[in-house]
């Protein structure tokens, strides 16, 4: 997945539903810390551009997590480039 920024999302599966609401799923879990966080592996927006923004926000949200508990490593587990 690629927003308009050029920023690819791998690692997740996005869906649009029945009625077109967009969804996504991580395909992998979050280190638990960042689940503890808030992060969320599954996120819904109403476009294509407010889902990337959503997913971007989940993946950020794991990277500062694993920062601050010392584990950069674990915040590149499927993320964004």
Same mark, same amino acid.
């Given at each position: 997945? !690629?927003?308009?920024?050029? #920023? =690819?999302? /791998? *690692? %997740? ?5 029945? =009625? *077109?609401?967009? %969804? /996504? !799923? ?5 280190? $638990?810390? @960042?689940?503890? @966080? *808030? ?14 923004? =959503?997913? /971007?926000? $989940? ?5 500062? !997590? /694993? =920062? $601050? @508990? ?6 590149? #587990?499927? *993320?964004?480039?």
């Amino acid at each position: 997945m !690629t927003n308009d920024r050029g #920023t =690819v999302f /791998a *690692g %997740w599966r996005i869906m649009r539903s029945d =009625v *077109g609401r967009f %969804w /996504a !799923t991580r395909e992998r879990p979050f280190p $638990q810390a @960042a689940e503890d @966080a *808030g992060a969320m592996r599954t996120v819904d927006a109403d476009d294509l551009r407010e889902l990337c923004r =959503v997913m /971007a926000e $989940q993946e950020s949200l794991a990277d500062t !997590t /694993a =920062v $601050q @508990a010392g584990r950069p490593w674990e915040g590149l #587990t499927g *993320g964004h480039s």
